[in-house]
């Protein structure tokens, strides 16, 4: 027994005496470093915060086999790569600092109410899917974005706020022609429509066919740089399409939507929405 305390002594000893000022340090930078990774997590930074860890890790790599030429290049190019990562992002920088200002700094630790909803089910999927082919029968163009693990808080500025549940008669009203609301797209987050009027990232890639016009394109073009899932409208043909991951497919009828929507039902435990198994589609 007395060997037990004298060895947990002896670790106990080890460690540094903190004093009350350390830990209100420690404190402070964890905040910090929290509200920065949730911050990378909202905005698109966030996916490159994930490719700088993997050059980070290429670096130590580098380090270990002692690669010395590729380590001088990467120590020439640091610098300038530091800068430039401040002017493509100094629009999600700005809004930062801005938030910073405008909003109280306890409030950035509470949960928002649309986080505390529940997520994405099987009675959302269906009101989705009703909504689409109903407007498909009168020609009414939709879009419907659904998050995924990939935040769409940027979306969501460029739209109005809506925080309503979700239900066809909603997204029908929303999207009904010569309303305030009808152009641009609807985000679906769990089971909630957050925003409307919302601008999507286009599509440059030059193979899609012509016979898509801008509603696919902004489509594919949210698909390309997120995990979300869309449900398309066309107001030409009526047809009813889905993009995921950068690929464009056709849904044939009410139960094809059903079954892709539920595919997604029940695996959003991870983050506010739901997260997607990331899988090729063939375009048609």
Request: hydrophobic content about 45%.
């Amino acid at each position: 027994m007395d060997k037990a305390i004298e060895y947990m002594n002896s670790c106990v000893s080890l460690f540094p005496r903190l004093s009350v000022g350390d830990i209100i340090e420690i404190a402070i930078i964890a905040v910090m470093l929290y509200l920065i990774l949730v911050w990378f997590k909202n905005t698109r930074a966030w996916n490159l915060l994930k490719g700088l860890a993997i050059i980070f890790v290429f670096i130590i790599f580098c380090a270990v086999l002692q690669l010395d030429t590729i380590l001088w290049i990467f120590g020439k190019v640091a610098a300038a790569a530091a800068l430039a990562i401040i002017v493509i992002f100094q629009p999600e920088l700005r809004k930062a600092l801005e938030q910073l200002g405008s909003q109280s700094f306890l409030s950035r630790l509470v949960v928002s109410p649309d986080q505390t909803q529940s997520g994405f089910s099987a009675k959302t999927a269906n009101e989705i899917v009703k909504a689409a082919f109903e407007l498909g029968k009168v020609r009414t163009g939709a879009l419907i974005v659904i998050e995924g693990a990939d935040s769409l808080n940027e979306i969501e500025r460029t739209g109005i706020k809506i925080n309503g549940l979700v239900s066809s008669q909603l997204l029908i009203n929303i999207f009904e022609k010569n309303t305030p609301l009808h152009d641009g797209a609807v985000v679906v987050r769990g089971s909630l429509i957050t925003a409307a009027t919302c601008y999507l990232p286009l599509s440059d890639n030059m193979k899609i066919s012509k016979v898509y016009g801008t509603r696919h394109r902004a489509a594919l073009g949210v698909s390309e740089v997120t995990d979300s899932i869309t449900v398309v409208v066309s107001e030409e043909t009526g047809a009813v399409s889905i993009a995921e991951n950068g690929a464009l497919t056709i849904i044939p009828d009410q139960d094809r939507l059903r079954e892709e929507l539920n595919k997604f039902v029940g695996s959003d435990e991870k983050k506010r929405g739901f997260s997607f198994t990331r899988k090729t589609k063939k375009k048609e």
